[in-house]
């Protein structure tokens, strides 16, 4: 088993253009991990093995999270050699041939990483001048990307044999791989972040149109597209690719760097907006389901219904309950007061006919009382009962004499209101309130007065009262959805009017104006519009005036031959 240092060699796992890449492992911490080499052709190069050496540490300084870790530097035999993380997972070239395109929600996601990495980078002062597929790792779940070899492009020597997969500058310098390089790296000018954000730009515009945004097989026609022509718009290749993401990647890889973004921070910044506005479009999407989209008018009158509906739906119910309790506890201090009454009026009597024999006991006025009360529609059912237990008037004629059999689940009422409407609850049967009052008399129990009030009143007032409830819920929603459409088909009109006129002046026609008479925001936002059109316009007309110019300028005369002398 071959070893560098003291890592132990495996199989190799990657390779390329100046190095082999093992799988190794670490005895002393027990960690496997990837050793990268010089290929023998440039060990023989004390410069090429210098910086590999000094360009590896500097790269090892980095630490985050979308960048490779670097665990060691050094020297075996004079060899230089790398120990860095292990990745688990594939290039970004592999998972391109495979898949083609990426969606836009995956796109992003990789592309924040990689251009949050190159921030960081940059803001340490290191610039890769290498980005490339190859030089991307992806992790199996696809989730997290990795950029590798961080300044290890620069010094990488022309190698035959390899179709001109790098190029070199006059001074010797490496420019990176052409397909991905920027136009400064092909015209061999200084470099800064930015080289790195266009090389960015242009993998990004692979993933998402699977296809290289500059396609030409030979290097010298590769740097001729990359400083000279400008790909085929996304829109074209990649039709459903968000517009956001569009321009976004069309910043990135334009030709000169000043057009570009300023830098990674602000690429990163761009891209988190335009992951948040895929994620609203989604999630809207999802909300609405993916049918054809409404119109304004129809969205907002749906929204807006569904809301007050909701509102007045919970409103109605939450009054009607309480309504309804209002009324049941009025009902049931009525019963009781009712049944007090009875018990009061039926005392005396029954404590007369107490002191007497059965025979000369007189209960026809109590038995008139309870008929005569019975009569009510509310009463369903009026019972007296003596201090023995016998039935002395009843609503019923055919209990009277016989023993009273009190309903299972009879309550015992207490003097306190509150505690005779409890029990009176208590003794709610399904089709009305029965209340049991005892007959006292100085404190003494002379019977007993069984009293049943009817339900179905109560049950009709709060049937009308919710019938009219929602009559009146449903006239404030309709009223409420006709306003809302009405606004919304007030906003919707100029909205559109703004949206023709931008689709005209995208178009090419710069003569487009939007009239109006509107004194509000929107009257404000169509002057804006007009003034924009009106510079863009004019700035049109200079360019084109300059370009006339400049081509009906004369070519400079060419110089006569000075004469010649002669010597004397």
């Not at 090892?60 to 530097?73: E, K, N």
């Not at 009360?373 to 004629?397: H, L, P």
Request: aromatic content about 4%; proline content about 5%.
């Amino acid at each position: 088993m071959r070893t560098v240092g003291r890592y132990q060699l495996n199989e190799r796992i990657g390779e390329g253009a100046m190095a082999d890449v093992y799988r190794a492992y670490d005895p002393e911490i027990g960690r496997s991990l990837a050793i990268k080499l010089l290929k023998p052709e440039f060990r023989q190069s004390e410069e090429c093995c210098t910086r590999f050496l000094r360009e590896a540490r500097a790269a090892g300084a980095l630490s985050h999270p979308g960048i490779v870790t670097i665990h060691d530097v050094g020297e075996s035999d004079g060899d230089p050699y790398i120990a860095m993380e292990l990745l688990d997972g594939e290039p970004l070239d592999d998972l391109l041939k495979r898949t083609g395109q990426f969606g836009a929600e995956h796109l992003i996601a990789i592309g924040l990483q990689l251009v949050e990495a190159l921030a960081y980078a940059h803001s340490l002062g290191v610039v890769h001048r290498d980005i490339k597929p190859s030089n991307v790792m992806i992790s199996r779940d696809g989730r997290s990307a990795k950029l590798l070899d961080f300044g290890i492009a620069r010094v990488v020597e022309a190698h035959p044999g390899r179709d001109g997969e790098n190029l070199k500058t006059q001074v010797g310098q490496v420019i990176g791989t052409p397909r991905y390089m920027s136009p400064e790296q092909a015209q061999g000018l200084p470099l800064d972040g930015r080289s790195d954000l266009f090389s960015l730009g242009v993998l990004l515009y692979e993933m998402a149109t699977g296809v290289a945004a500059f396609p030409a097989t030979t290097a010298a026609t590769l740097a001729l597209q990359i400083t000279m022509s400008d790909p085929e718009p996304i829109a074209l290749r990649a039709p459903g690719c968000p517009r956001g993401l569009q321009f976004i990647i069309e910043k990135l890889i334009a030709k000169k760097p000043d057009k570009r973004f300023a830098d990674g921070a602000q690429a990163a910044a761009a891209l988190r907006r335009e992951q948040a506005g895929l994620n609203a479009v989604i999630a809207e999407g999802r909300a609405r389901g993916h049918g054809r989209r409404l119109p304004l008018e129809a969205r907002t009158t749906l929204v807006i219904a569904g809301v007050t509906a909701i509102a007045l739906v919970i409103g109605t119910q939450t009054m009607l309950s309480r309504q309804y309790t209002a009324m049941e506890r009025v009902a049931l201090t009525s019963g009781s007061t009712i049944a007090e009454f009875v018990a009061s009026n039926a005392a005396l009597r029954a404590v007369e006919n107490a002191s007497l024999p059965s025979a000369e006991q007189d209960w026809a006025p109590i038995a008139a009382f309870v008929t005569a009360a019975s009569v009510e529609a509310d009463v369903k059912g009026m019972t007296v009962v003596d201090a023995d237990g016998v039935v002395r008037g009843a609503s019923d004629q055919r209990l009277i004499g016989q023993r009273y059999h009190a309903p299972a689940g009879e309550t015992v009422v207490h003097d306190a209101p509150d505690e005779k409407v409890t029990n009176a609850r208590l003794a709610d049967g399904a089709d009305g309130f029965r209340f049991v009052r005892p007959i006292l008399y100085a404190g003494r129990p002379f019977g007993t007065v069984d009293l049943t009030l009817s339900k179905a009143e109560l049950e009709r007032t709060a049937q009308l009262s919710q019938m009219l409830l929602s009559a009146l819920a449903l006239l404030i929603l309709l009223v409420v959805a006709g306003t809302s459409y009405l606004v919304a088909r007030a906003l919707a009109n100029p909205i559109r009017r703004l949206r023709d006129g931008l689709d005209a002046v995208s178009a090419g026609d710069l003569d487009m104006r939007i009239s109006h008479r509107r004194s509000d925001e929107f009257g404000d936002l169509f002057d804006c519009f007009n003034r924009l059109v009106g510079e863009l316009d004019h700035r049109v007309e200079q360019e084109d005036l300059a370009a006339t110019q400049l081509n009906a300028a004369p070519a400079p005369a060419p110089s006569k031959p000075s004469p010649s002398r002669k010597v004397a």
